[in-house]
C-alpha cells in the first residue's frame, strides 16, 4: 500500500527550535540597554537643552532624574528576562510532553498492530478498535494518518474466500464468518469516523482513506459527511453487496475515487449529495449489477467523471438529479445492458459530455436536456433524433 502523503503542516513541526540562553540574554539586554539610551536621547531632546550648565534649564537634579528613570527602564530588563526564562521553560515542557506523548502512542501502536496479526479473531477484533482509538488520540496527524493506513492495509490483504456451509467445511466456514467480521468492523469504524465534523474529537475526515482492490461486501455509512480535503480511493475495489451510503454528503473539495472499480452487487447511494467542488472519478469502472444512486442529487461544481466506464448490468440512477455547474463525463463510455435513467433531471448550466459514448442512449436523456440538445450537453450523433 502506498498512501498518498501531503507535506506536514506548520501545526505539526512540534521541534524545539530556540536560542540557547546565554545568546537570547545577551540580546536581550543589549536591547534593554538601547532602549534606555532612546529614552534618555529622547527627553533629553524634549527639553531642548545645548548643554549642562548653560542657558537650557536643564540642572544637575533634573539630569540625576532623567539617568535614575532611564536606568529604570534598564532595570525592567530583569522582567524581559524573567519572560525568555519562562518562554523557555514552557517550550521545553511542550516538547517533552510531546515526546511522551509519541513514545506512549508508538508503544499502544505496536501493541496493536501485533492484535491484528493473531490467529484469533477477537484477539485481531481488540487490535482494530485499538488502533481506532489511538488514531482518535494521536497527537500528530502524521500519527493519525499511519494507525489509518495500517486498518486500510489489513482491508486489502488477501483472505481465504468462504468455503460454504457443507457439513465437511463447517469449521472453516466458521472461522471466515469470524475473520469477516473484523473486516466488516473496520469499514464500519471508518465510515463513522468520517461522518464527525472535521475538527472534532474522533473525526478523520481530511485523513487519507486507500481502500484499492479492497472487496466491499458490507455497509459503509457516510451519509451527511463533507469531504473538504484528502483523497479517499476506492480505485479497483469489488463492491459485492452491502449499502454505501452518500446520501446528503457534501464534495467541495478533496478526491473521492472508483477508478476502474467493479459493482456487481449492493447499493451505492448518493440521493441528495451537493457536488461544489473537488472530484469524484468513476473512469473505467464497471457496472455489472448492483445499484448506484444519484436521485435529487445536485451538481453545481467540481468533476464527475465516468470516461470509459462499462454499463452492462444493474442501475445507475439520475433521476430528479440538478446540473447546474461543474462536469460531469461519460465520455467513451459503453451503454450494452443494466439501466441508465436521467428522467426528471434539469440540465441548466455546467457541461455534460456523452462524446465517443457507444450503445443505447440513457433513459429519459432527451426529455431531460430538451430538443434542440443544448451546447453543454455532448452526445454523439447515433442518438440524435432524427430531424423531421
Known amino acids: 500500500m502506498t498512501p498518498n502523503r501531503r507535506p506536514r503542516s506548520a501545526s505539526n513541526d512540534r521541534e524545539l527550535r530556540l536560542w540557547k540562553v546565554g545568546r537570547a540574554l545577551t540580546l536581550a539586554f543589549a536591547a534593554a540597554v538601547l532602549v534606555a539610551s532612546g529614552v534618555f536621547y529622547g527627553l533629553y531632546r524634549m527639553l531642548n537643552v545645548q548643554g549642562i550648565g548653560s542657558t537650557a534649564k536643564l540642572d544637575a537634579a533634573t539630569l540625576f532624574d532623567l539617568v535614575k528613570l532611564s536606568f529604570g527602564v534598564v532595570a525592567g530588563s530583569g522582567a524581559l528576562v524573567a519572560l525568555v526564562v519562562a518562554y523557555r521553560r514552557q517550550r521545553v515542557d511542550e516538547a517533552g510532553a510531546h515526546r511522551e506523548a509519541t513514545r506512549l502512542h508508538t508503544e499502544r501502536f505496536s501493541q496493536a498492530v501485533d492484535k491484528l496479526g493473531s490467529d484469533s479473531p477477537a484477539v485481531r477484533l481488540g487490535g482494530v478498535h485499538a488502533l481506532a482509538g489511538l488514531a482518535d488520540d494521536a497527537p500528530t496527524q502524521d500519527l493519525r494518518q499511519t ?12 483472505f481465504t474466500p468462504d468455503p460454504g456451509e457443507d457439513p465437511a467445511h463447517q469449521e472453516e466456514h466458521h472461522r471466515y464468518l469470524a475473520f469477516r467480521k473484523v473486516r466488516h468492523t473496520i469499514l464500519r469504524l471508518i465510515g463513522d469516523h468520517y461522518r464527525r465534523p472535521q475538527g472534532t474529537h474522533r473525526s478523520w475526515q481530511g485523513s487519507d482513506l486507500d481502500l484499492t482492490g479492497v472487496t466491499i461486501d458490507s455497509d459503509m455509512d457516510f451519509a451527511g459527511a463533507v469531504f473538504t480535503g484528502g483523497t479517499m480511493d476506492f480505485g ?34 448518493f440521493r441528495t449529495a451537493m457536488f461544489t467542488g473537488g472530484t469524484v472519478d468513476f473512469g473505467a469502472a464497471r457496472f455489472t449489477g448492483g445499484t448506484v444512486d444519484f436521485r435529487s442529487a445536485m451538481f453545481t461544481g467540481g468533476t464527475v467523471d465516468f470516461g470509459a466506464a462499462r454499463f452492462t448490468g444493474g442501475t445507475v440512477d ?67 433524433p432524427p430531424v423531421p
Do not use: E
Not at 465517443?356 to 433513459?363: I, M, T, V
Not at 426529455?367 to 455532448?378: D, E, K
Open 147 to 158: 494507525c489509518i493506513d495500517v486498518l486500510c492495509g489489513y482491508l486489502q490483504l488477501p
Open 236 to 269: 479497483a475495489a469489488t463492491f459485492t453487496g452491502g449499502r454505501v451510503d452518500f446520501r446528503g454528503a457534501r464534495f467541495s473539495s478533496g478526491t473521492v475515487k472508483f477508478h476502474g472499480a467493479v459493482f456487481s452487487g449492493g447499493r451505492m447511494d
Open 318 to 384: 439520475f433521476r430528479f438529479a440538478r446540473f447546474t455547474g461543474g462536469r460531469v463525463n461519460l465520455g467513451s463510455a459503453r451503454f450494452t445492458g443494466g439501466t441508465v435513467d436521467f428522467h426528471g433531471a434539469t440540465f441548466t448550466g455546467g457541461m455534460v459530455n456523452f462524446g465517443f459514448a457507444r450503445g443505447s442512449a440513457p433513459r429519459g436523456l432527451f426529455a431531460a436536456a430538451g430538443i434542440p440538445v443544448p451546447a453543454t450537453v455532448v452526445i454523439p450523433s447515433a442518438w440524435l
